[in-house]
């Protein structure tokens, strides 16, 4: 397993902010992690506030200048924001265009009319995982609700049997799978390349998925035997709409962008000449920015206009998908502005010195930190910005494909056992008219064999490649 050289990363690391010895930084940094979670957890404040404040306590209780603590936390909120901000835009708008446009339903039922029986737990697997791809997960959440209510009831199946799939795929994308922010905030954090982490995570989701949904699913609908809620089932988006957007249309944009960004990852492996034009066009084409908008481009093409939308329609969906991530953004921001923090103060040059001699491997420790900062915070994505803050260091000296599993184990702890202090677990209990111990009986183990098998396949591809 790749291990860090002090050496190596002496010479590259900025000076600390403060002169604090191992002791006071390890305080600093529990101090700054208590704060977040007592303020998420207690006072419920919004996680961008508990953020700022954390960061602020981390450069106090570690003898930083107040001023430089300041600018630490609003230099990592800045380049966070201008490395991601403007991905996690693009993923809203073309997810929306997919939700508005009946694209999504298209999909569904697609997928839908050619499965039956045995196969449906897998249809469904397979339906949340493609509209997962460009979805957050409460959106997905949203989208997917009133399918997986319609076939349990019209099919006489056990909800659970249907639902876990569901919950599966769209977790997993969630949490593995860039552009979705955790992902792509990692990334950026210990400089990881974009393709190949999204190639091994294609690689470690599939086995993953179907452990945690159609296989799992069998023993959730035992333990837990409940029927459809007798509520309103949501309307869908292409109810209200006179025609809506082909199967195959709709599948090629949605893929669009992670073609792009395969493409370019294979072609750096195979040419790996930075002169070369080949290589150089799809360093363009592949590179996340161009690959997702190039996708928005298309969705108003095959998306917006055979649903009907005029220009002032699709300008409406476009300026509706932007407000909800606003929120996202300042977290995604303000976990990079921690990052920052305990980056110049010097903490990660610490984790290097103390963990330097363990028998731990790198990718086992990431996974755990990320693992402890999602059980305090509930946030997935806090703990994944939070984490990989933390580990960056760790990254150094590890290969391209080190990395990218560092990204992946990271990405695989965030999702450890969602509980109570999680919002989905909440969403999910309350859709599918669960109790609290049922939530906890199937989300929640559901969440921790994701959890766990990612987590396991990325220490095993580490001793693959």
């Known amino acids: ?33 208590a704060v977040i979670v007592f303020l998420i957890t207690k006072f419920k404040l919004h996680a961008f506030l508990a953020l700022t404040i954390g960061s602020l306590v981390l450069g106090a209780a570690a003898g930083a200048p107040l001023d430089k603590a300041i600018v630490s936390f609003t230099t990592g909120l800045g380049s966070t924001v201008a490395g991601v901000g403007v991905l996690i835009a693009l993923g809203a708008i073309l997810g ?24 449906m737990p897998w249809a469904m697997v397979l339906i949340a995982s493609v509209i997962g791809l460009p979805l957050f997960f409460e959106v997905g959440i949203v989208l997917l609700i009133p399918v997986v209510l319609m076939v349990a009831r019209r099919g006489n199946y056990s909800l659970m049997r249907i639902g876990i799939p569901a919950l599966a795929g769209l977790s997993v994308m969630h949490g593995l799978i860039p552009p979705h922010p955790g ?54 988006a292409s109810e209200s709409l006179e025609r809506r957007p082909g199967f195959g249309a709709t599948l090629a944009t949605v893929l669009l962008p992670v073609v792009l960004m395969l493409a ?24 996340p920015l161009v690959a997702l908008l190039a ?17 002032g329609r ?5 300026e509706k998908s932007l407000m909800p991530i606003a929120g996202i953004l300042l977290i995604v921001g303000a976990g990079g502005g921690f990052k920052q923090t ?20 790198a990718l086992l420790l990431a996974w755990l930190i990320a693992v402890a900062i999602r059980l305090a915070t509930g946030s997935a994505t806090v703990a994944t910005v939070s984490a990989a803050g933390l580990v960056a260091p760790l990254a150094a000296d590890m290969s391209t494909t080190h990395t990218a599993l560092l990204v992946l184990a990271i990405g695989a702890g965030s999702l450890f056992f969602s509980h109570v202090n999680d919002a989905g677990f909440w969403l999910v209990k309350e859709y599918f008219g669960l109790s609290v111990g049922q939530t906890v009986k199937t989300w929640s183990v559901m969440e921790t064999i ?8 990325v220490l095993l591809l580490s001793l693959i490649i």
């Open 1 to 33: 397993m790749t291990r860090l050289s002090v050496e190596m990363l002496a010479a590259d690391t900025v000076q600390p902010i403060t002169s604090a010895g191992h002791a006071q930084l390890g305080i600093a940094v529990l101090a700054g992690i």
């Open 96 to 119: 929306k265009l997919l939700a508005d446009s009946g694209g999504a339903d298209q999909i569904v039922d697609t997928i839908l009319a050619k499965a039956g029986g045995r196969a």
């Open 183 to 236: 992902p792509l905030v990692a990334i950026d954090a210990v400089k990881a390349n974009l393709g190949v982490t999204l190639a091994l995570g294609i690689v470690v989701a599939i086995p993953t998925v179907i452990i945690a949904g159609p296989l799992f699913s069998k023993v959730a609908a035992r333990w837990v035997d409940v029927q459809v809620p007798d509520r309103m089932i949501p309307e869908r």
């Open 264 to 287: 370019k990852a294979l072609v750096d492996i195979v040419v790996d000449d930075p002169a070369n034009m080949t290589q150089r066009v799809f360093d363009v084409v592949g590179s």
């Open 295 to 311: 996708a928005v481009i298309l969705a108003f093409f095959t998306l917006g206009r055979p649903a009907g939308f005029t220009k």
């Open 314 to 318: 699709l300008q409406q969906t476009v």
């Open 342 to 361: 305990l980056i110049d103060c010097g903490v990660g040059q610490m984790i290097l010195e103390i963990s330097k001699d363990w028998s731990i491997p």
């Open 450 to 457: 994701i959890s766990v098998v990612a987590g396991g396949l």
